[in-house]
């Protein structure tokens, strides 16, 4: 059974920074696509940020590209999501997901996997 556990979430000030995690058991961690989304009150979910399953390549929604970062670490089966110069509208439900095609390309949708979600608020 696949599993996508997140982690690092929480109230954070304007311009703030966040860290979260995603580890991932019960697939080849290696072998797959990732990526975050996050849904806001009374929002649909949108895409965020996706990294290739070699993690050479990621790509980010315009709202965010620049202040945040994706990366995975193949120890430790866990994908980041650096969150830097945090606002409000960055408040949101974050979810990360995983790609259901193996040495599949990075996808903005149609993920596979899903993890429970974690909250971020950004206070002003």
């Known amino acids: 059974q696949v599993q996508l556990v997140e982690s690092g979430g929480g109230l954070v000030q304007t311009g703030g920074s966040l860290r979260l995690s995603c580890t991932v058991s019960?697939?080849?961690?290696?072998?797959?696509?990732m990526g975050w989304l996050r849904q806001a009150p009374g929002k649909e979910r949108e895409f965020v940020a996706a990294?290739?399953?070699?993690?050479?390549?990621?790509f980010y929604a315009d709202s965010v590209q620049g202040r945040f970062a994706v990366s995975r670490d193949y120890a430790k089966n866990t994908v980041y999501l650096q969150m830097n110069s945090l606002k409000p509208e960055d408040t949101a439900v974050y979810y990360c997901?995983?790609?259901?095609?193996?040495?599949?390309?990075?996808?903005?949708?149609?993920?596979?996997?899903w993890g429970q979600g974690t909250q971020v608020t950004v206070s002003s």
């Open positions: 990294i290739s399953w070699a993690g050479e390549t990621t």
């Open positions: 997901a995983s790609s259901g095609v193996e040495y599949g390309p990075m996808v903005r949708e149609r993920y596979a996997y």
């Open positions: 019960g697939r080849a961690f290696t072998n797959y696509p």
